[in-house]
C-alpha cells in the first residue's frame, strides 16, 4: 500500500486565487511528520511547510498553510493568493517515528493563470 | 543558490559509460541520500549515508554504486546502465534524526539520460 497518495495529478488556479492540494497518507506509527515540498522546473525540492501529528494546531507559513484531519490521515496543502510563481510541482511527504526515510507522493502540478 | 550542489546538472551517458554524480553540502549536516525522481512515480530513495556509513541500500541494482568520503561529499558512481535508469537524480542533506521537524534540503538533481 502507498504510504502518501497525491489524487491530483494536475491543478488549475486563477491568479490570486486560493487552491487546495490534497494529500492521504497512511501510517501506525503513531508519531511522524509531514511534510510538503515544491519542485519547480528547476529541478530543486523546496521544502515549504510540516506537520507533527501531535502538533495541536495546523501548521502555517506565510501563504501556505496544513489542513491537518487526523482522524481522514489528510494533510492538504493550501496556497492562498496564488501567484505565477507558485506553479510547479508539490509533493506531500511523510516520515516515520526517528526514520531518515521520507516517503513521497507522485505530486500535483499547479499551473497558476494569469 | 542552494545549499546542496549537484554536478554535473545533465549528464548523457551510453550503455557501457561509467560515469559519477557528485553532491555537495556544507550546511553541516550530517546525513545524505541519494533518490531517484522518474516521471509519474514517487521519488525513490536509493541509498542513505548518516556519519558517512551507509545505514540503507534499498534493493539498488549494483551498477549503481554510492560513495561518502566524508559528511560533506556523496557521490554516485555509475556503470553499464540500462535505458530505464534514464531520471532525475536528486541529493539530499539532513541532521541527523534529532530534528525531525526540518525535512530535507534538496540539491536541484542530476538529469540523467541512457542511450
Known amino acids: 500500500a502507498q504510504k502518501i497518495t497525491q489524487t491530483q495529478p494536475g491543478m488549475f488556479v486563477q491568479e490570486k486565487e486560493a487552491v487546495t492540494l490534497d494529500c492521504t497518507y497512511d501510517?501506525?506509527?503513531?508519531?511522524?511528520?509531514l511534510f510538503w515540498y515544491k519542485q519547480p522546473s528547476s529541478g530543486e525540492m523546496i521544502f515549504l511547510i510540516y506537520?507533527?501529528?501531535?502538533?495541536?494546531q495546523n501548521a502555517t507559513e506565510g501563504r501556505y498553510s496544513l489542513n491537518f484531519q487526523k482522524a481522514r490521515k489528510s494533510a492538504n496543502l493550501v496556497i492562498s493568493a496564488s501567484q505565477l510563481g507558485d506553479s510547479a510541482m508539490y509533493f506531500c511527504a511523510m516520515r516515520e517515528g526517528t526514520g531518515n526515510q521520507f516517503y513521497f507522493g507522485t505530486g500535483t502540478s499547479l499551473t497558476v493563470i494569469p | 543558490e542552494t545549499g546542496v550542489t549537484q554536478t554535473p546538472r545533465h549528464l548523457v551517458m551510453g550503455m557501457t559509460n561509467k560515469k559519477s554524480l557528485k553532491c555537495e553540502q556544507h550546511l553541516g549536516h550530517n546525513a545524505m541520500y541519494w533518490y531517484k525522481q522518474s516521471a509519474k512515480k514517487p521519488l525513490e530513495l536509493m541509498f542513505v549515508y548518516s556519519l558517512e556509513e551507509r545505514v540503507e541500500n534499498n534493493s539498488v541494482p549494483s551498477r549503481f554504486s554510492p560513495e561518502c568520503p566524508n559528511s560533506s561529499h556523496l557521490f554516485l558512481h555509475l556503470h553499464t546502465l540500462q535505458p530505464e535508469d534514464s531520471a532525475l537524480y536528486l541529493c539530499?542533506?539532513?541532521?541527523?534524526?534529532?530534528?525531525?521537524?526540518?525535512?530535507?534540503?534538496f540539491g536541484s538533481g542530476t538529469r540523467l539520460t541512457v542511450v
Open positions: 501510517t501506525s506509527d503513531p508519531s511522524y511528520g
Open positions: 506537520q507533527g501529528s501531535y502538533d495541536q
Open positions: 539530499a542533506s539532513s541532521q541527523e534524526v534529532v530534528q525531525r521537524r526540518y525535512g530535507y534540503t
